[in-house]
């Protein structure tokens, strides 16, 4: 992340972040970039899979990392689901406007090697060393 970067967000750990706001990035942003998820009925995806996000997010050890605008900490533009002692990435994303500025990074512990969700985009950033294991 680069200075000026630096000077606009602030990386902070976050409950503040709700769930209707991780569920209204990650339930889109899997089903439509991930081939086998957009095989499933649209109606039937969003209707279950909201309840296995909702039930990650409160599995003991699962927190949110964020980074928000400094001058208003509501504003999230990047935020990774993270859990098992800082072992397993179970989601991140970033808004498209603030992509490949290495805000992701900056919230992604180093000591992560496994991953529960995988999307055309995250096969082309994730670590060689990362295992994907969508059963954690």
């Excluded at 602030?10 to 972040?17: G, Q």
């Excluded at 050890?61 to 990435?89: F, H, P, Q, R």
């Excluded at 490949?100 to 969700?117: E, N, V």
Aim: hydrophobic share 40%; charged share 25%.
């Amino acid at each position: 992340m680069n200075q000026q970067t630096k000077d606009l967000v602030e990386v902070r750990f976050s409950a503040h972040v709700d769930s209707h706001y991780i569920c209204g990035t990650w339930l889109p942003g899997l089903y439509y970039g991930n081939d086998w998820f957009k095989e499933i009925y649209k109606h039937a995806y969003f209707d279950k899979y909201i309840k296995v996000i909702k039930a990650i997010l409160v599995l003991p050890g699962v927190y949110v990392n964020a980074v928000c605008l400094k001058e208003d900490m509501d504003v999230v533009l990047s935020y990774a689901v993270i859990g098992d002692d800082d072992e397993t990435l179970h989601w991140v994303y970033t808004k498209p406007s603030w992509r490949k500025l290495g805000l992701a990074k900056a919230i992604i512990p180093d000591t992560i090697y496994k991953i529960t969700h995988m999307t055309k985009i995250g096969r082309s950033i994730k670590s060689e060393e990362w295992i994907f294991d969508p059963f954690l």
